[in-house]
Nanobody
């Protein structure tokens, strides 16, 4: 497994922006697909976006497409989530996750960082 630690969450007004970062420990960062999930209060955890080990053609959920951007820097063992035009519905705990190439699911998870968007 790879150890993941998120940061950058906070309180922001609707329409504002936040940039989340996920720092990873380990020596095989480039061998993982990376993704962001979120869990709103009273809701189940949902997929937000993901990037492959190569960093090309990321996938976004319809709810964030056009507003969020995922990026990764394998040299720095970091994956980021740029969130623009935030809405109150974006409120929740955001988690960074890693899926080792060849494995069926995400087995490494960060502790999460809280994002709160006010009206």
């Amino acid at each position: 497994q790879v150890q993941l630690v998120e940061s950058g969450g906070g309180l922001v007004q609707a329409g504002g922006s936040l940039r989340l970062s996920c720092a990873a420990s380990g020596r095989s960062f480039s061998s993982y697909h990376l993704a962001w999930f979120r869990q709103a209060p009273g809701k189940e955890r949902e997929f937000v976006t993901a990037t492959s080990w190569s960093g090309g053609i990321p996938y976004y959920s319809d709810s964030v497409k056009g507003r969020f951007t995922i990026s990764r820097d394998n040299a720095k063992n970091t994956v980021c989530l740029q969130m623009n035009s935030l809405k109150p519905d974006d409120t929740g705990v955001y988690y960074c996750a890693a899926q080792l190439i060849g494995e069926p699911d995400f087995r490494s998870w960060g502790q999460g960082t809280q994002v709160t968007v006010s009206s």
